[in-house]
Structures are given as C-alpha cells and as structure tokens.
T-cell receptor, first 118, second 114 residues
Framework: AQTVTQSQPEMSVQEAETVTLSCTYD???????LFWYKQPPSRQMILVIRQEAYKQQNATENRFSVNFQKAAKSFSLKISDSQLGDAAMYFCAYRSPLTQGGSEKLVFGKGMKLTVNP | NAGVTQTPKFRILKIGQSMTLQCTQD?????MYWYRQDPGMGLKLIYYSVGAGITDKGEVPNGYNVSRSTTEDFPLRLELAAPSQTSVYFCASSYPGRLGNTIYFGEGSWLTVV
C-alpha cells in the first residue's frame, strides 16, 4: 500500500519570504499523481498544485512550485513571496493511476501547519 | 457553479443515534468519495463509488454505509453513532482519466457525537 509522509508538523515563514514544505512517499508503482492541497481554517480542501509522475518537468502554478525527485520519492512544495493568505494546513497526497476496477483514491499525509508572520 | 454540496454542515448526535450525510455533485462525475478527517490528521477514505450502483470500502468503513442510486448523489449513513465518529467529513468527486483527474471536495460536515 502507498504511504505519504510529511515529517514537519509545523513551519513558519516571514511574509514575502520563501518556504519549502517537504513530502516523501512510498510506492511500487511507476505511474502515479502527486498533489498538494491547502486547507485554511474554513476546512475546505483546495488544490494547490499537481504533478504527474511521468513528467520530468516540475509543475509550477504562480508562486507555487514543486521539486519532484522520482528516484528519491520526494515531492516538496515551494511557496515564493509568502502571503498572509497562505497560512493554512498543507497536505501532500498520492493517487494511483486508473486501473481496472480502480477508483483514483487519494492517500494523504498527516499535514503540516504553515504560519505566515507579518 | 455548485460543485460538490454537502449537508448538513454541522450536526451534534447522541450516542446510538443514526443520521445521513448528504452529498450531491453537479459535474456529472463518475467517481465519488467520502473521507473523514480527525483532529491533526490527514483525510482517510471511508467509502467510494465508481458509478451509480457501485460502491466499495475504503480504509475506515466500519460504522458507515453508503448507496449510489444516481450519478449525482452519494449519501453516507452513520448507524449507531459512537464518539469515535466525531470528525469532519468530506465528500469529493472526480472524473476518471488522465486529464480529468482533479478531485473536487465539498466544504465538509462537522459531526460531534456526545
């Protein structure tokens, strides 16, 4: 079974600075998807960025980018120019590709709380 | 754009009571899911469905039941509520396939069992 590990329960960053959130995963599959979700105090789950394992290029979405190291099974999220609105819980998630009878289920890490200091 | 809608948003149950969390999506997604999130933890899959009439257990199905009579609706039934079921419940949906594989979440339902 796949597992996702976020080893840092909490981090803080100064507004306008850059922070990197770490995530490692364990799988025997060669094709899969990785996601970072943001959960603000409202508890809504918001997709931040996703990465397809077959793509070597790291995904980027505005101030958010990932460092995907497939051999090391590492998937870190970098937030540039941190803003107060970035403060939230961040979850790393893994999903297997669609297989016969499969369901595209997400496996989540335990999350990491990011505080942004003004 | 309604997306995934869950009701109720908040509910307090007494031990032994039963209730149904409603979930509906208007995106014509085949796949639907129920997750629970305990304090300080990530989401764990309770049940999922790959289409109308098809459901299957996830990681933590005990104490719950689901049905999927239509593409749009995926209710979660709690039978004989227990304090261990105090949690935030998220319904989600997705459309299968390499490109349409983003999972959309509802806003969550806070359930307290006392």
């Amino acid at each position: 079974a796949q597992t996702v590990t976020q080893s840092q329960p909490e981090m803080s960053v100064q507004e306008a600075e850059t922070v990197t959130l770490s995530c490692t995963y364990d799988t025997s599959e060669s094709d899969y998807y990785l996601f970072w979700y943001k959960q603000p105090p409202s508890r809504q789950m918001i997709l931040v960025i996703r990465q397809e394992a077959y793509k070597q290029q790291n995904a980027t979405e505005n101030r958010f980018s990932v460092n995907f190291q497939k051999a090391a099974k590492s998937f870190s999220l970098k937030i540039s120019d941190s803003q107060l609105g970035d403060a939230a819980m961040y979850f790393c998630a893994y999903r297997s590709p669609l297989t016969q009878g499969g369901s595209e289920k997400l496996v989540f890490g335990k999350g990491m709380k990011l505080t942004v200091n003004p | 754009n309604a997306g995934v809608t869950q009701t109720p948003k908040f509910r307090i149950l007494k031990i032994g009571q039963s209730m149904t969390l409603q979930c509906t999506q208007d995106m014509n997604h085949n796949y639907m899911y129920w997750y629970r999130q305990d304090p300080g933890m990530g989401l764990k899959l309770i049940y999922y469905s790959v289409g109308a009439g098809i459901t299957d257990k996830g990681e933590v199905p005990n104490g719950y039941n689901v049905s999927r009579s239509t593409t749009e609706d995926f209710p979660l039934r709690l039978e004989l509520a227990a304090p261990s079921q105090t949690s935030v419940y998220f319904c989600a949906s997705s459309y299968p396939g390499r490109l349409g594989n983003t999972i959309y979440f509802g806003e969550g339902s806070w359930l307290t069992v006392v």
